[in-house]
């Protein structure tokens, strides 16, 4: 049907020029559509990135707080297997030793650490065990060595985060 043949609305409505520019408006509407759709895509990303690397630097902060509380109380244990509080050495040292093989498991260490880091920790339990009940197997110096060794890898867990949080917080001022 032709425009100019049209006398009523509906012919008008329906004509060939109507629709051809209802079409041309509808094309141009998806393709605007699709753009508004790209860039909502791309801002997402953008966002889930921040998200992401935002999610990372509260996961180092609190991994760092978390082995410094572990060495912390890793040195009260010291004091206390020093000053023959074993009792309290060994309330202390019991929910460490959850959080010490937590952690080492996130780190992903190979087989052979992770079960030199559990007899570590076993041979700890076992000298404060000992002390507590006035064993002859009981020896200060081994107890006192034996808990360097752990404080030790504690430390070289914590200053591996530190370095990480430094160098995310120096990529951040850059």
């Known amino acids: 049907m032709n425009f100019a043949s049209c006398k ?11 629709l051809g520019i209802l079409a041309w408006i509808g094309f141009l509407l998806t393709i605007v559509g699709f753009g ?3 860039f909502q895509i791309l801002k997402l990303k953008s966002a889930s990135h921040h998200i992401k690397s935002a999610i990372n630097k509260i996961s180092t902060h609190v991994d760092s707080v978390n ?13 206390l297997v020093q000053n023959r509080d ?3 050495a060994q309330i202390t040292f019991t929910p460490l030793k959850r959080s010490i093989r937590l952690h080492a498991n996130s780190k992903g260490l190979q087989s052979d650490d992770l079960d030199a880091l559990h007899r570590t920790i ?3 339990d076992k000298q404060i065990e000992w002390g507590k009940n006035g064993h002859a197997k009981f ?7 034996l808990i360097d ?5 504690l430390t ?4 591996s985060v530190s370095d990480k949080n430094r160098k995310e917080i120096q990529i951040e001022d850059a």
Do not use: D
């Open 149 to 153: 060794e752990l404080l030790s890898q």
């Open 86 to 88: 074993y009792n309290l």
């Open 67 to 79: 082995l410094a509380y572990l060495s912390a109380q890793m040195n009260t244990i010291t004091h």
């Open 36 to 38: 508004i759709t790209i």
């Open 139 to 145: 020896n200060q110096l081994t107890a006192n060595r």
């Open 122 to 124: 076993g041979k700890i």
């Open 8 to 18: 009523q609305f509906s012919c008008y409505a329906l004509s060939n020029e109507t």
């Open 156 to 159: 070289t867990w914590e200053s």
